[in-house]
């Protein structure tokens, strides 16, 4: 970690003069999500991967976070750091609180990546669903809800053949604070929905999902991308839910590419 700022952990790679570049994880993992991704861009853009508050090595506190808390977080990093009009990546929960921050302050930002996200808030079903992993938390079943989670957002081939890549993530969601998963649940569940925003985007706008990815599947995807005038949209075949990570190159030459032409 580079430092902790208001009991967030945050992490920088590059130099400072370039382009900044902001990626906000998923639920429930942490900055290392986007290691290939910073690994591969450092050298060009000032890449700044944070642990949302909650998850990873940054406070969980009391529990009891919104979207707002979180994009409120996003903000301050921007103002502790002193970036000017940085690029935005969100991965689904990460989208989730991009989609927010642009609906918020769109004039802060340069550009917008959206990777395996969705703009509509939780449905009463998927509502229902998170409320019943709260209840298995509190009963003791933290590792059994990580478990059946974390797998649902990969690629079935991507488990069995990385399988040892697949065990290290799952591991480390599992060392996440369960006050922390659950207070992110209770913000997704009340999250707002951001869909009738979308075509007020008008910063460029790179859309990357996976072929296989299930909880926010490519049909949604496009849809986003249809309403989002200054988009454009790339397809990770044979990824799930976790495209920076089940196919590194892929989502790293879309974002390069994308960066380049901005
Ligand atoms: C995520 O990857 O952030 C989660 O799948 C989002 C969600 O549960 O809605």
Redesign the pocket.
């Known amino acids: 970690m580079n430092s902790f700022i208001n009991n967030l952990a945050i992490y920088t790679k590059g130099e400072e003069k370039n382009l900044p570049v902001i990626f906000v ?5 942490d900055h290392t999500m986007w290691d290939a991704q910073t690994a591969a861009l450092y050298k060009n853009y000032y890449c700044i991967t944070y642990d949302i508050r909650g998850l990873g090595k940054s406070a969980a506190g009391d529990g009891q976070y919104t979207i707002e808390t979180f994009v409120d977080d996003l903000n301050s990093i921007i103002d502790h750091f002193k970036l000017k009009k940085p690029v935005l990546c969100g ?6 609180i991009s989609l927010r921050a642009i609906e918020r302050m769109q004039e802060k930002f340069r550009a917008l990546i959206l990777c ?3 703009s509509v808030s ?1 449905s009463d079903e ?1 509502k229902l669903k ?1 409320a019943k992993a709260i209840q298995r938390i509190n009963e003791g079943q933290f590792e059994g809800f990580i478990n059946e ?1 974390v797998a ?2 990969f690629y079935e081939e991507f488990i069995s053949e990385k399988r040892k890549e697949f065990e290290t993530i799952l591991n480390r969601s599992k060392k996440n604070n369960p006050i922390g998963v659950k207070g ?2 209770l913000a ?1 569940a009340a999250r707002t929905d951001t869909s009738s925003t979308l075509n007020k985007i008008s910063i460029p706008c790179l859309i990357v999902c996976g072929s296989e990815d299930k ?2 599947p490519p049909d949604v995807m496009m849809a986003i991308a249809d309403k989002i005038k200054s988009s454009e949209f790339v397809l990770a075949e044979g990824a799930g ?2 495209t920076p990570i089940e196919k590194p190159k892929i989502v790293t030459e879309a974002i390069r590419s994308f960066l380049k032409r901005i």
């Not at 994880?25 to 993992?29: A, I, R």
């Not at 991965?91 to 989730?96: P, V």
């Open positions: 994880h998923g639920f429930p993992f991965l689904s929960m990460g989208g989730y395996d996200t969705k939780d998927t998170r989670f649902n957002c992110c649940l997704m909880i926010s839910h976790m």
